[in-house]
């Protein structure tokens, strides 16, 4: 069996079989790709181990990562857009946390992972 955009063919033709229904389609696949891309930045990283440890409004988050304010503001845009970080008004500030246990879930398997 030889695909259109590969040079070779399969030497295991059922393992392909097998596999190939159960990939996820393309769109998908980018998605998880642009998902990781996301994760994939330390200040982002920070700011989401911050969050699975408390809800925190932006100026709190700047001193913590001595960041300022305005870096800290971008960053939490690309989280909320991402949907790894939502946020609530209260009062004149506005606080963050982990959008669900999803979120930190992945973190504390992430960083097991690293830690074996």
Known sequence: MK???????????DIVEKVK????????LYELS????????????????ALEESEMCVGDLAVLLNMTKSAVSHQ???LRTAKLAR????GKNVYYTLNDNHV???LEKALEHICE
């Open 104 to 106: 930190k879930m992945i």
């Open 21 to 28: 229904p159960n990939m996820p389609a393309m769109n998908t």
């Open 87 to 90: 946020a609530q008004k209260k």
């Open 76 to 78: 939490l845009k690309v």
């Open 34 to 49: 642009d998902f990781f891309k996301v994760m994939g930045d330390s200040t982002r990283i920070q700011l989401l181990w």
């Open 3 to 13: 695909n259109k955009g590969s040079d070779c063919e399969a030497i295991n033709i």
